[in-house]
């Protein structure tokens, strides 16, 4: 156990021992020290091996997983740069993956569709957000036709880009502007829909998208390639 990193050695050491005791094996990542002094990432699978009742031996293997721990850490640290960036936003803005599930959103996001606010939170599918801000009268042109409503909510988040002006039960009027980000080098597939002025790297932003949202469209794709 001895070319285990200092912290990695009491973990290693109590999986061995819970594994005499109880049985059962470990797989482990625990970082290690290598003969040449070099430091790597190791998944660490064993067991304990017994014969009438008593250990007799241990078994188990290492991989190397050192790259793929760098790039899990290089993914962690660009959404955590989003997530700063989106939220020092003044603009609402949301992300969902190509599943419709939502991936992260800023305050301001939320402080927009109070009757929903809570149902924001990772993993959340579009349309429930949707169905449930319409069944409580987040939205003015659901009232009476709820269905109609989600349905034609839903087609148009599916589109490749939208503008649409809405408005709310509680008399606001908000321009609604949903693009498909292609070309960005970030963590996980996207959508970005919602009062974000756009992201002139889809392609495909609409004739009528004002000019302020283009502008800052392309500062926005440039700084999340950046």
């Not at 955590?80 to 020092?88: F, M, P, Y």
Request: proline share 4%.
């Amino acid at each position: 156990m001895s070319y285990y990193a200092p912290e990695a050695q009491p973990l290693i050491r109590q999986a061995v021992q819970t594994s005499v005791a109880t049985g059962t094996g470990w797989d482990l990542e625990l970082r290690l020290v290598t003969a040449t002094g070099r430091s790597i990432w190791v998944r660490a699978v064993g067991e304990v091996e017994f014969v009438d009742g008593r250990a007799v031996r241990l078994l188990g293997a290492f991989q190397d997983i050192t790259e793929s721990r760098h790039a899990k850490a290089e993914v962690q640290r660009a959404g955590a740069l989003l997530r700063g960036s989106i939220d020092a936003l003044d603009d609402a803005y949301a992300l969902f993956d190509t599943d419709d599930r939502m991936v992260l959103c800023n305050q301001r996001y939320r402080e927009l569709y109070p009757l929903c606010a809570e149902l924001m939170v990772p993993g959340a599918h579009f349309e429930d957000i949707v169905r449930i801000g319409a069944e409580r009268g987040q939205f003015a042109g659901a009232i009476g036709r709820v269905d109609a409503f989600v349905a034609e909510r839903v087609a148009a988040h599916h589109q490749p880009s939208s503008l649409v002006t809405r408005r709310l039960g509680d008399g606001r009027t908000l321009d609604e502007f949903k693009a498909i980000m292609v070309g960005l080098n970030l963590p996980f597939p996207k959508f970005i829909d919602y009062a974000v002025p756009g992201n002139l790297l889809c392609g495909q932003c609409p004739d009528n998208l004002p000019e302020r949202m283009r502008e800052y469209c392309e500062s926005m794709g440039e700084s999340l390639q950046g």
